[in-house]
């Protein structure tokens, strides 16, 4: 098998992101009580002052708006907004950390990396769970590991995601065999918002399920040997479907963007359909822009609750898909200039 080598992929590996689940002994593991939620938000703030400049957001103080924004930039959970009145988030400045309070756990620790950074991503959190170790008497088990409100946590606490970019895979068919073999392995394929989520524009999270009787060095292993996997499989299938075709494929990335550097009005389900065939053409060469990362940031950006934001208001819907249009054209042109 050939050397897997991350730059040849870059376009289908979006993100990575580690997450551990930790509770503390004393403590209900979802908190409902108000005190005892403000107790727990004070020690935690405290235990990690010296890890890195957090700021502290507490969700009953922000806007349905901001709790929303938070949440599709994947801050925060819906867990986390539904216990409003306890839950509080810690998010380092360029909101690669954040660590959330009192959601389905105690403390739900994350950080994202872009690109297929697992072993990195961990050991930045791992340096945070040392100092929540060092300060907290954390719920832990010689024998379980790790006490956790949900069983599938239990041992480790940790959940190695890394989000792909599979549009091949999603054209030819192959993707429901992916999830099958996938699962064979301790390993889930969801929609880029996790469970429950679709997969909009051709996006998958692929994760761990296993977290009891595995280290995390296994468990990081072997989510990573599993992308690169699929990321060959992904570069094959394209091969067959898409360069093979190129004619068509490239016509349908350009007017794709076309229309997205056109448009007036741009619904958010349209501008993902069109923006996945422009993130393709420029995988493919077939449209000049160089940093593809950008083009998953302006996934991101271009969510209902992060253009309201952006605009600085709560728009209704067709302020909304108007100011979607301007914001995505703009950017777009400016990436192919």
């Known amino acids: 098998m050939s050397t897997f080598t991350p730059d040849l992929y870059k376009g289908n590996i979006v993100m990575t992101r580690v997450r551990l689940a930790r509770n503390l002994n004393g403590y209900p593991f979802k908190v409902k009580n108000t005190v005892a939620a403000r107790e727990i938000v004070k020690k935690v703030n405290r235990a990690l002052v010296r ?29 986390l907004i539904d ?13 690669s950390i954040s660590v959330m309070i009192n959601e389905e756990d105690v403390i739900r620790e994350q950080c994202f990396m872009k690109g297929l950074r697992l072993t990195e991503a961990y050991k930045r959190l791992d340096k945070i769970d040392d100092d929540l170790e060092k300060n907290l008497n954390l719920a832990y088990s010689s024998e379980l590991g790790y006490l956790t409100a949900c069983p599938t946590n239990l041992g480790t606490g940790l959940r190695a995601s890394v989000m792909l970019f599979l549009p091949a895979l999603t054209e030819s068919g192959k993707i429901g065999a992916l999830v099958k073999e996938v699962s ?37 292993r072997e989510v990573e040997s599993t992308v690169q996997d699929i990321c060959r499989a992904e570069r094959d299938e394209m091969e067959k479907i898409f360069a093979r075709n190129e004619l068509k494929t490239m016509d349908r990335a350009r007017k794709a963007y076309g229309i997205l550097t056109n448009a007036v009005i741009l619904s958010y389900g349209e501008f993902l359909s069109h923006v996945a065939l422009v993130k393709l053409g420029a995988m493919m060469g077939y449209i000049s822009i ?20 952006l605009y600085g208001k709560r728009l209704s819907a067709t302020d909304r898909d108007l100011y979607r249009a301007e914001f995505v054209g703009r950017k777009l042109i400016k990436l192919k200039d």
Not at 199 to 205: H, R, S, T, V
Request: aromatic residues 6%; negative net charge.
């Open 51 to 79: 890890s890195d400049t957090f700021n502290l957001f507490y969700m009953s103080n922000l806007s349905d708006l901001k709790l929303e924004a938070m949440k599709e930039r994947h801050l925060i959970s819906q867990n």
């Open 290 to 309: 160089d940093n593809i990362e950008e083009i998953d940031d302006l996934i991101i950006k271009a969510r209902p609750a992060n253009i309201c934001e």
């Open 184 to 220: 064979k392995l301790g390993l889930t394929v969801r929609g880029h918002y996790g469970e429950g989520s679709d997969a909009e524009g051709y996006m998958y999270q692929i994760s761990n399920e296993v977290t009891l009787g595995v280290s995390e060095e296994q468990i990081l």
């Open 83 to 95: 216990n409003r009145e306890c839950g509080a988030v810690l998010i380092n400045p360029d909101e």
